[in-house]
């Protein structure tokens, strides 16, 4: 008379795998939900600090640019050299501070907040007086980085 | 006489056995409907929020846009908000209050640069350079040639949910480099 088998140690290990890997599968497309979420914030706000920089080369071009205009003699004062990686706003002068540290540039806020980010400016002069931008920028959480890049003309009104 | 025994012999499932595996039925079937739960209210959430980022990213462009060819630029003492005009030199009004950004371009109505149900604003500070020169001949020697924004932002998920968003914009308006102002 045969035996009646009850169930082996290896079908029970089939099945405890089938139901963990279940599991994991659905843990994994409801944490990839939530990881695509941040992942979008911080793509957003890194975006924002690239065009934010990119904004200040112009207004510093501007600034510099406009120095010529200012006295009563007109001078032409010639194109910024962009001979830095980093630029910031002082809101206590109202000026724009600029450096060169070796490293990434660090994200300082005008409210005085840090954000975990960092970026470089490179820039490429070209044969008609004008530059090349390049901002890099890039979260290491998410070991990103992206790049906007531009062309700095010396056009100025006042000039044309 | 032999197959009668063979019937006798066959067993079949008693009522506990029965109990264990209704029990582990019930159990795995409310395992797995949780988890299928989580991850629905999870898509709802990532849903709620890539809304409420859209709405951030229409209502900040559209800043921009405005500021980029806007003139006379005043900023409220206590960088709450700024009064400009724009390309069309209608005065403008963005401000800062009760939790909302608001606009308000001439006389027409008031309206929140927002979607306050998507976007909660915690705080909102405006900064402009200061000018080279105290001289005011020409409108590109005292007009401010970079507005900076800072937002803080908290994006709002159906059910409650909420999260940060904290960055700065930056606008090098296009008319701060003419002499003359023409809305003045």
């Known amino acids: 008379m045969k035996k009646n088998r009850g169930t082996s140690f290896g079908e029970l290990m089939i099945v405890f795998l089938i139901i963990s890997v279940g599991l994991i599968i659905f843990l994994k497309i409801s944490s990839d939900y939530i990881k695509s979420l941040v992942f979008a914030k911080d793509f957003f706000i ?28 007109i001078s032409i004062v010639p194109m910024p050299s962009f001979n830095f990686r980093c630029i910031d706003f002082n809101t206590s002068t109202g000026y724009f501070v600029t450096s060169s540290p ?42 990103l980085t992206t790049t906007l890049e531009g062309i700095l003309t010396p056009w100025h009104p006042a000039i044309q | 006489m032999a197959s009668g025994n063979s019937i006798k012999n066959k067993k079949g499932f008693t009522i506990l056995e029965m109990s264990i595996v209704i029990l582990l039925f019930m159990f795995a079937v409310l395992t797995v409907s949780t988890i299928y739960l989580s991850l629905i209210n999870a898509s709802v959430l990532a849903n709620d929020y890539y809304q409420a980022l859209e709405n951030v990213r229409l209502g900040t462009e559209k800043i921009w846009r405005i500021l980029k060819y806007g003139w006379s630029f005043r900023v409220i003492s206590d960088g709450s908000g700024i009064i400009f005009q724009k390309k069309d030199c209608t005065t403008t009004t963005i401000v800062f209050s009760d ?14 640069v927002f979607d306050p149900e998507l976007v909660k604003v915690n705080n909102l500070i405006i900064a402009t350079d200061t000018p080279q020169t105290s001289e005011t001949y020409a409108y590109f020697q005292y007009a401010p040639k970079i507005i900076i924004l800072y937002y803080d932002l908290e994006i709002k998920s159906k059910k409650g949910a909420t999260s940060t968003l904290i960055f700065e914009q930056a606008v090098a308006p296009l008319n701060s480099t003419y002499s003359t102002n023409l809305c003045e």
């Open chain 1, 46 to 73: 890194l975006n924002s600090l690239l065009h934010e920089k990119y904004q200040f080369l112009i207004a510093y071009r501007n600034k510099i640019l406009e120095r010529g205009f200012l006295g009563e003699t």
């Open chain 2, 99 to 112: 939790n909302r950004l608001y606009y308000r371009e001439g006389n027409m109505e008031t309206t929140t």
């Open chain 1, 102 to 143: 070796p490293d990434n540039c660090q994200v300082r806020l005008i409210s005085g907040k840090n954000l975990p980010l960092g970026y470089a400016i490179v820039v490429q002069p070209l044969n008609d007086s004008s530059y090349q931008i390049q901002i890099n920028g890039s979260i290491s959480k998410w070991h």
